[in-house]
Nanobody, 126 residues
Framework: QVQLAESGGGSVQAGGSLRLSCALS???????????VGWFRQAPGKEREGVAA????????FYADSVKGRFTISRDNAKTTAYLQMNSLKSEDTAMYYC????????????????WGQGTQVTVSS
């Protein structure tokens, strides 16, 4: 059974940094290195939004406009783990963050993914 485990969330003051990790626990499809990965977030009362993604087909990396220049998505295929480095955090970054793997459709920022993690909470205080 495919499982994604996010970690690294927490509470931080505005201007601070956090690094989220998303570890995949099982083999999927053609292998982790050939699958797309993404990070999404959902704040209370708001719709889920795409934050960042790596599209395996082209290698392109996508970011939401609101996080460009502050967040960096990366992956370690040997560890089947994806990361989201978040710098210069703002109060509006407060949300539950989810990682996902294996894109099955859609276009950025509404990529559709097959497997999702349970989420990790990020709270930024001003």
């Amino acid at each position: 059974q495919v499982q994604l485990a996010e970690s690294g969330g927490g509470s931080v003051q505005a201007g601070g940094s956090l690094r989220l990790s998303c570890a995949l626990s099982a083999y999927i499809g053609y292998g982790y290195s050939t699958t797309s990965v993404g990070w999404f977030r959902q704040a209370p009362g708001k719709e889920r939004e795409g934050v960042a993604a790596i599209y395996a087909g082209s290698g392109n990396i996508f970011y939401a406009d609101s996080v460009k220049g502050r967040f960096t998505i990366s992956r370690d295929n040997a560890k089947t783990t994806a990361y989201l480095q978040m710098n210069s955090l703002k109060s509006e970054d407060t949300a539950m963050y989810y990682c996902a793997v294996e894109r099955i459709g859609g276009s950025w920022p509404t990529f559709e993914f097959k497997y999702w993690g349970q989420g990790t909470q990020v709270t930024v205080s001003s």
